[in-house]
């Protein structure tokens, strides 16, 4: 099972709120908020290098290098943005900026990330997902159960059932090591825990 698939997104709406910035000029600030909200939307397959560092791509591939960089290509080639994103508390220092950033739709629906980006020469790039600000554990594991629902055959109905109890029962810090660790190593011992659970 690809790590990604909890991001998968579901419609391709664009919604950018106004921004109030701390620190920084209005044009960096804007910069900011278009570069999260085209990766977050954008299903171009060219943002993975443009709009992403490698690290990010990393994060949410759970590959390393290219092979990371081609699991980015291969979703936004398949997939939709999501639903809407909402930019808020964007801080820039230097060549350094953060933003929260709200989500509806795809596999974090209902939650809200600090995101993190670098400027890379003239071009602002996400880098990393640094934690959940606001966490629902019931919510993603309805979110993971949409997302798979729309992929039949991935995964069986008794391990997609386990998942979704798994991120039910989730804390923010085991949804963060899930999720964001840049490792599939977490994600692994659960579907490992669950493949070997007895049956109801």
């Known amino acids: 099972m690809r790590k990604h698939l909890l ?51 990393e994060q949410l591939a759970g590959e390393s290098g290219e092979a990371a960089v081609e699991e980015c290509e291969q979703e936004a080639e398949e997939e939709e943005g999501l639903d809407s994103v909402r930019v808020s508390e964007v801080e820039v220092d230097g060549s350094d900026a953060t933003a929260l950033v709200a989500l509806s739709g795809g596999g974090f629906d209902g939650q809200t990330i600090e995101v993190a980006l670098v400027k890379n020469g003239e071009r602002w790039k996400m880098d990393e997902i640094v934690k959940f600000t606001k ?17 039949p055959g991935e995964l069986s109905n008794r391990l997609t059932g386990c998942l979704v109890d798994a991120f039910a029962a989730s804390s923010r810090t085991e949804a963060e090591e899930l999720l964001l660790s840049g490792s599939s190593k977490a994600l692994e011992d659960v579907i490992e825990a669950c493949a070997t659970r007895p049956s109801a």
């Open 135 to 151: 966490f629902d554990p019931k919510q993603l594991a309805r979110a993971f159960e949409a997302q798979v629902a729309k992929h």
């Open 7 to 57: 991001l998968l997104p579901s419609a391709f709406v664009v919604l950018a709120l106004a921004l109030t910035a701390c620190g920084g000029s209005s044009d960096e600030t804007g910069e900011v908020e278009d570069v999260i909200v085209a990766s977050a939307t954008a299903n171009d397959p060219v943002n993975c290098t443009r709009l992403n560092t490698r690290r990010f791509n």
